[in-house]
């Protein structure tokens, strides 16, 4: 290696003399005035190491000195790239200044509350759970679920599981806090038997005929729905006769609860002609429980029969229009829990949810590939038989159906004409 100056090569060796001259120069003279000694920089080092100056030197160099700078990873890096070795890299770091400490008096910003957090703790595990009748998610098999992306406030939490009573509590969450719903799933209890009044006739003598109810439920049960909803109610049978009409939801028979056709068959098994059974059901606004007498097969087929075997109009269906559309009156909320709202006609098929409110006020097309849930609400707006639609994208929209005088009626129609389109 040689260095250059006006054309002519520099021995390596005077190379080596100038670096330790230049070092030198910024230490006191012998017998001269004390004066500040320059602490080395890290390109001091890196100049000195280039020139050929050893590592110990260097060292030596420095423990005279002092350096200015702190020995980081990629200084040491630099280092031991110009040829620094392990000895020279720890007397660096013991001479390495402490590292300057924060202003005492340095104001801090306060950190912004963190989104509540809420766990759901539920027994049995595999529950379904919903936050303001909007579905989040499921508990695992111990119970648990855990949910960071609610806003601080006020919220209703249901628990549901197939077989339960639902679990519901309102809760309030706070920035920065974690609430616990724990939550134990009961087993619905049956319903007090109505006391008997000398009202009631007695019953004819037995005659050891099984006795029959007269009804027909959907096919299709919509979705959500809890108890049998029928589709009729045979003219003439004891079910009409207590006032039981299409569409509406048989929840107990004799204190039984009741899921299915075959659960009513399973509640009137031994159930003879004549006997008195209670039957509870919901007619799309309150709980009704009524005394029916049975009666024989029979008497049930001499009563006239239905033209059809398909669900009888409800009261919200209007006419079929064109393009194979069936169209419904509904109220739209607004969010004030039935305080605020819009009336208008909700048409389904196509492939679309089409909301048209008489008043203009609000028009809006759901794909039905963009639908998550049709669900009959349990919580909010209950009372008056609302149902909600909740899409992939996070929207949800409450409705409630409603006849011609603008009175709620059931949605069950509205839920299996939805839950058909979308070829469920």
């Given at each position: 290696?040689?260095?250059?100056?006006?054309?002519?090569?520099?021995?390596?060796?005077?190379?080596?003399?100038?670096?330790?001259?230049?070092?030198?120069?910024?230490?006191?003279?012998?017998?001269?005035?004390?004066?500040?000694?320059?602490?080395?920089?890290?390109?001091?080092?890196?100049?000195?190491?280039?020139?050929?100056?050893?590592?110990?030197?260097?060292?030596?160099?420095?423990?005279?000195?002092?350096?200015?700078?702190?020995?980081?990873?990629?200084?040491?890096?630099?280092?031991?790239?110009?040829?620094?070795?392990?000895?020279?890299?720890?007397?660096?770091?013991?001479?390495?200044?402490?590292?300057?400490?924060?202003?005492?008096?340095?104001?801090?910003?306060?950190?912004?509350?963190?989104?509540?957090?809420?766990?759901?703790?539920?027994?049995?595990?595999?529950?379904?759970?919903?936050?303001?009748?909007?579905?989040?998610?499921?508990?695992?098999?111990?119970?648990?679920?855990?949910?960071?992306?609610?806003?601080?406030?006020?919220?209703?939490?249901?628990?549901?599981?197939?077989?339960?009573?639902?679990?519901?509590?309102?809760?309030?969450?706070?920035?920065?806090?974690?609430?616990?719903?724990?939550?134990?799933?009961?087993?619905?209890?049956?319903?007090?038997?109505?006391?008997?009044?000398?009202?009631?006739?007695?019953?004819?003598?037995?005659?050891?005929?099984?006795?029959?109810?007269?009804?027909?439920?959907?096919?299709?049960?919509?979705?959500?729905?809890?108890?049998?909803?029928?589709?009729?109610?045979?003219?003439?049978?004891?079910?009409?006769?207590?006032?039981?009409?299409?569409?509406?939801?048989?929840?107990?028979?004799?204190?039984?609860?009741?899921?299915?056709?075959?659960?009513?068959?399973?509640?009137?098994?031994?159930?003879?002609?004549?006997?008195?059974?209670?039957?509870?059901?919901?007619?799309?606004?309150?709980?009704?429980?009524?005394?029916?007498?049975?009666?024989?097969?029979?008497?049930?087929?001499?009563?006239?029969?239905?033209?059809?075997?398909?669900?009888?109009?409800?009261?919200?269906?209007?006419n079929m229009p064109h393009n194979g559309m069936v169209s419904f009156r509904v109220a739209h909320d607004h969010g004030r829990s039935g305080q605020d709202y819009c009336v208008g006609v909700m048409s389904i098929g196509n492939g679309m949810i089409i909301y048209k409110a008489d008043n203009g006020v609000h028009n809006f097309e759901i794909p039905l590939n963009s639908v998550k849930e049709v669900r009959r609400n349990t919580v909010y707006l209950v009372g008056y038989g609302a149902f909600h639609i909740h899409t992939?994208?996070?929207?949800?929209?409450?409705?409630?159906?409603?006849?011609?005088?603008?009175?709620?009626?059931?949605?069950?129609?509205?839920?299996?004409?939805?839950?058909?389109?979308?070829?469920?």
């Amino acid at each position: 290696m040689c260095l250059h100056s006006r054309g002519k090569c520099i021995p390596k060796m005077l190379a080596l003399l100038l670096a330790l001259m230049a070092v030198i120069a910024v230490l006191p003279s012998p017998g001269s005035a004390q004066k500040p000694v320059k602490k080395l920089a890290k390109q001091d080092i890196l100049d000195l190491l280039v020139g050929d100056v050893s590592s110990d030197d260097v060292a030596q160099l420095a423990q005279k000195s002092g350096i200015s700078f702190q020995v980081t990873a990629s200084v040491e890096k630099d280092i031991r790239g110009a040829g620094g070795t392990d000895n020279l890299i720890r007397v660096l770091k013991s001479l390495a200044p402490s590292a300057p400490a924060p202003p005492a008096n340095n104001p801090r910003t306060a950190p912004s509350a963190s989104p509540p957090v809420l766990m759901i703790e539920a027994n049995p595990g595999e529950s379904q759970v919903y936050i303001d009748d909007e579905p989040m998610g499921s508990t695992g098999r111990q119970g648990h679920l855990k949910l960071t992306r609610l806003a601080a406030g006020d919220h209703q939490v249901r628990i549901s599981l197939s077989g339960y009573q639902d679990y519901e509590q309102t809760i309030t969450l706070t920035g920065g806090q974690v609430t616990t719903v724990a939550a134990t799933l009961q087993r619905p209890a049956a319903p007090l038997q109505p006391e008997r009044t000398q009202t009631v006739e007695p019953p004819p003598a037995n005659t050891g005929q099984p006795g029959y109810l007269g009804v027909q439920a959907l096919p299709k049960q919509p979705p959500g729905a809890h108890g049998v909803v029928i589709s009729v109610a045979t003219p003439g049978s004891p079910a009409e006769q207590a006032g039981l009409k299409p569409y509406d939801t048989i929840l107990g028979v004799n204190g039984r609860q009741v899921n299915s056709l075959q659960d009513v068959h399973d509640a009137l098994a031994g159930r003879q002609v004549g006997d008195v059974v209670q039957v509870t059901w919901y007619n799309g606004s309150t709980n009704v429980t009524r005394p029916v007498r049975l009666i024989s097969a029979a008497a049930l087929a001499q009563a006239p029969t239905p033209a059809t075997t398909q669900p009888a109009t409800p009261p919200t269906l209007t006419n079929m229009p064109h393009n194979g559309m069936v169209s419904f009156r509904v109220a739209h909320d607004h969010g004030r829990s039935g305080q605020d709202y819009c009336v208008g006609v909700m048409s389904i098929g196509n492939g679309m949810i089409i909301y048209k409110a008489d008043n203009g006020v609000h028009n809006f097309e759901i794909p039905l590939n963009s639908v998550k849930e049709v669900r009959r609400n349990t919580v909010y707006l209950v009372g008056y038989g609302a149902f909600h639609i909740h899409t992939k994208r996070g929207s949800n929209f409450n409705f409630a159906a409603i006849n011609a005088q603008n009175q709620p009626q059931p949605p069950d129609a509205i839920l299996t004409a939805i839950d058909a389109a979308m070829g469920n």
